[in-house]
């Protein structure tokens, strides 16, 4: 029986792992649940401490981590690998696998596959994929296989180049509709999430009236269930954040400063006071000549 973490003093090894019956638990006492996009486990474990909820191991981590223009670079071993790293660092998390572009799209067979890879090598609670109503089969297959999905609507971030470029989902109300189609088909697929991103608020307080799944939002007004951001954007680390991502600190010119100075301290020889000494009488001294 899974209980629903109390604890928010900072203290992760003092409460339960967050699990999808504690995410249910907190949307029906109306508590929005914490997510941020996260990559790395010793990240993960700082963030764990602070409380937050959910840890999305984003296909983000192409451009964050990898330097890749945009997210249809992400390698699907890398992205196993650092899901499984952010588990080990953040063990009470509940910890979502984003799956990369191709890694479900080919066959069934293969997605089914790679899907059950994240559960089982990358350690992931729930995967993620960017989905229409027209991949609602997909969802019921992996709903039967044991796999929770999360149904990733409005802007698909994968779809980029296909659509010409990044942009609002569900600006017109025809738009509006399928964008509220595709939640309502993919949960009576079996989805058992669903995150919107960047479409207008009335078009997510739709998307509430019309399902009963917990609902993720980023860029998607405050009536979700769950926010998420990158996490490297709301630190001031990414040069160009999008538009609905806050800088709640600006560390990159910070951790510009550190370098510069540790750069100078090189030069001068002065990195460090530690030095490490010779036992006397030991054989590896060195003997003067």
Known sequence: MSVEPQDRSG???SRAPVTLRTIKRMVARDEVFSSLACYEALTAHWLEKAGVDVLIVGDSAAQIVLGQPNTTFMPLEVAIALTAGVKRGAPTCMVMADMPFMSYHVTEAEALRNAGRFLTDGLADIV????????????????????????HIGLMPQRMKLEGGYGIAG?????????????????????????VEAVPPEVTERILEATTVPLIGIGAG??????????????????????FAPRLRNFGPELQSVAEEFVQRAKDRIVTEHRYEMKLGSQNAVQPK
Do not use: F, Y
């Not at 027209?134 to 296989?145: D, F, G, H, I, Y």
């Open 171 to 195: 600006k017109t109300p025809g738009d509006a509709e399928r964008v509220v189609r595709d939640a309502v088909e993919l949960e009576e697929a079996g989805a058992v999430m669903l995150l």
């Open 128 to 151: 993620k994929i960017e989905a229409d109503a027209s991949w609602s089969p997909l969802v019921a297959k992996m709903t039967r296989a044991g796999i929770p999905v999360c149904a």
């Open 222 to 243: 405050p009536a979700c269930h769950g926010q998420v951001l990158v996490l490297h954007d709301i630190l001031g680390l990414t040069e160009n954040p999008p538009s």
């Open 11 to 13: 203290n992760a090894a």
